[in-house]
T-cell receptor, first 114, second 115 residues
Framework: AQSVTQLDSQVPVFEEAPVELRCNYS??????LFWYVQYPNQGLQLLLK??????LVESINGFEAEFNKSQTSFHLRKPSVHISDTAEYFC????????????FGAGTRLAVHP | GAVVSQHPSRVICKSGTSVKIECRSL??????MFWYRQFPKQSLMLMAT?????????EQGVEKDKFLINHASLTLSTLTVTSAHPEDSSFYIC???????????FGPGTRLTVT
C-alpha cells in the first residue's frame, strides 16, 4: 500500500518570495507522483507529474518538483510566488505502470500575502 | 487537455430523498472513473472506483447501498445518494484517467446540501 505525507498543513508567504511545499511518500513498489492544485469550490488541476526520466519536472506556471527516491520525497517549489498562487495543493501517488487510484496527501494551504 | 464535467454543480435536497450526480468524460473514453468525497478544508477521500460495464469497487467503510454507482457507458458514470441525510452533505468530485497522456482529470465537483 502507498501513503503520502504533506508535512505542512498551511504555508503563509509574502508575494514574490520563494516557497517549498513538502511531500513524502511511502511505497513498497515503484510509483508515479503528482501535484494537483485546487482553487476554492473547484475540482483539481494537475500541476506536474513524475512518471520516469529526469527527476526534476516543471510546470508551465513556474512550479517545479524533484523526485528523490532515496528520501522518498517529491517537494514542490516556486522561486517567486504570486497572489494568484493562493490555493490548496495536493501531492498524490499511484503504483507505476497502471491506471489505479490516486492516494492523496492531506493537502497544504498556500496563502500568499501582499 | 481532456475535460471531465459534472452535473449538477450544486444541489439542495430534503432529508430522505435521493440525488443523482453525473460525471462525463467529454473528449475521451474512460473505462474507469473514480468518485471522491471532500469535506471542508480536508483532502479527497476515495469512495469508489467505477468500472464501465461492471460493478463498482467501494472503499472500506463506504455504504454500497447508500452510494449507488452506475457506469453504463465509456463516457458516463453516475453517483446516486439514496435516502440522503444532512451528514451526506459534502463536495463530491469525480475523475478519470486519460490513458493517452497518463493524466487523471478531475471534474469541477458537485456541492450537495441536505436539509
Amino acid at each position: 500500500a502507498q501513503s503520502v505525507t504533506q508535512l505542512d498543513s498551511q504555508v503563509p508567504v509574502f508575494e514574490e518570495a520563494p516557497v517549498e511545499l513538502r511531500c513524502n511518500y511511502s511505497s513498497s513498489v515503484s510509483v508515479y507522483l503528482f501535484w494537483y492544485v485546487q482553487y476554492p469550490n473547484q475540482g483539481l488541476q494537475l500541476l506536474l507529474k513524475y512518471l520516469s526520466g529526469s527527476t526534476l519536472v516543471e510546470s508551465i506556471n513556474g512550479f517545479e518538483a524533484e523526485f528523490n527516491k532515496s528520501q522518498t520525497s517529491f517537494h514542490l517549489r516556486k522561486p517567486s510566488v504570486h497572489i494568484s498562487d493562493t490555493a490548496e495543493y495536493f501531492c498524490a501517488v499511484t503504483p507505476s505502470g497502471g491506471y489505479n487510484k490516486l492516494i492523496f496527501g492531506a493537502g497544504t494551504r498556500l496563502a500568499v500575502h501582499p | 487537455g481532456a475535460v471531465v464535467s459534472q452535473h449538477p454543480s450544486r444541489v439542495i435536497c430534503k432529508s430522505g430523498t435521493s440525488v443523482k450526480i453525473e460525471c462525463r468524460s467529454l473528449d475521451f473514453q474512460a473505462t474507469t472513473m473514480f468518485w471522491y468525497r471532500q469535506f471542508p478544508k480536508q483532502s479527497l477521500m476515495l469512495m469508489a472506483t467505477s468500472n464501465e460495464g461492471s460493478k463498482a469497487t467501494y472503499e472500506q467503510g463506504v455504504e454500497k447501498d447508500k452510494f449507488l454507482i452506475n457506469h453504463a457507458s465509456l463516457t458516463l458514470s453516475t453517483l446516486t445518494v439514496t435516502s440522503a441525510h444532512p451528514e451526506d452533505s459534502s463536495f463530491y468530485i469525480c475523475s478519470a484517467w486519460d490513458r493517452g497522456g497518463y493524466e487523471q482529470y478531475f471534474g469541477p465537483g458537485t456541492r450537495l446540501t441536505v436539509t
